[in-house]
């Protein structure tokens, strides 16, 4: 068992496809802190409304010298039309075997109409300059998130 990715520690490291089939790595962002937020599904409400907040705080969010870099099981081609809908201005990766929200504990048991099935946990994870993680978010509400995390930063 992977130890607990909690704050203080050091962020796990990955390297996940872009829409564009790019591998991007977490040692790419040396020297940037990094908004790492995994969410279940391209174009679904909640969803939607998550990333249209880090849309709309995205500048206040470079301004601390941060990047966003969204997570899910999502194909390449599903977060390029996801981008293209709502103008996303940040990185949507795919975790396909959903490897990265596994280490990340982004990945369990979820309840949806009383059905249990396993999926993204919805969760942000802030990471400092030198890769430490220093705030956590689990259980994350869509609405108002970004927010929330750009005060953090």
Known sequence: M???V???TKAPGFALPDPSGQKVKLSDF???KVVLYFYPKDDTPGCTTEACGFREA???ITAKNA???GVSPD???SHEAFIAKFGLPFTLLSDGDH???ETY???GERSMYGKKTMGILRSTFLIDERGKIFRVFRKVKPEGHAEEVLAAL
Do not use: I, S, T
Request: hydrophobic fraction near 40%; proline fraction near 4%.
């Open 75 to 77: 194909p390449a081609k």
């Open 99 to 101: 490897k990265v929200a």
């Open 2 to 4: 992977a130890e607990e």
């Open 6 to 8: 909690r704050e203080g």
């Open 30 to 32: 040396a020297g940037k």
């Open 67 to 69: 990047v966003v870099l």
């Open 58 to 60: 995205h500048d206040g």
């Open 105 to 107: 504990g982004a990945w």
